[in-house]
Nanobody, 122 residues
Framework: QVMLVESGGGLVQAGKSLTLACATS????????MAWHRQVPGNQREWVAT???????SYPEYLKGRFTIDRDNGRQQVFLFMNNLEPDDTATYYC????????????????WGQGTQVTVSS
């Protein structure tokens, strides 16, 4: 059974940093490409970052330089280091394994974790 458990969110002021963590189980983490997404109520889930099983990282252009994704294969965890946070970063953040298709990342598993809420005040 796939499990994805996100943590580390909170309320911070603009310009501050947060580190999110996602603990996983139930699949072969080391072979999986992992990603973070975020969602604001009423909007579609938005891709934030991917780290492939090779370690190669990718981000949307508008998040480059502020967000860094990393992984620990031994602990089967993926992390998101967020710097210089902005109010527009306010969202619930989720992790999942992903696959590349038709020029975008798709979640592998239908089951998502509960997410972790990030709120950035101005």
């Amino acid at each position: 059974q796939v499990m994805l458990v996100e943590s580390g969110g909170g309320l911070v002021q603009a310009g501050k940093s947060l580190t999110l963590a996602c603990a996983t189980s139930g699949f072969t983490f080391g072979l999986s490409n992992m990603a973070w997404h975020r969602q604001v109520p009423g909007n579609q889930r938005e891709w934030v970052a991917t780290i492939q099983n090779t370690g190669f990282r990718s981000y949307p252009e508008y998040l480059k330089g502020r967000f860094t994704i990393d992984r620990d294969n031994g602990r089967q965890q993926v992390f998101l280091f967020m710097n210089n946070l902005e109010p527009d970063d306010t969202a619930t953040y989720y992790c999942n394994a992903v696959r590349w298709s038709a020029s975008r990342w798709f979640p592998v598993y239908d089951t998502w974790g509960q997410g972790t809420q990030v709120t950035v005040s101005s």
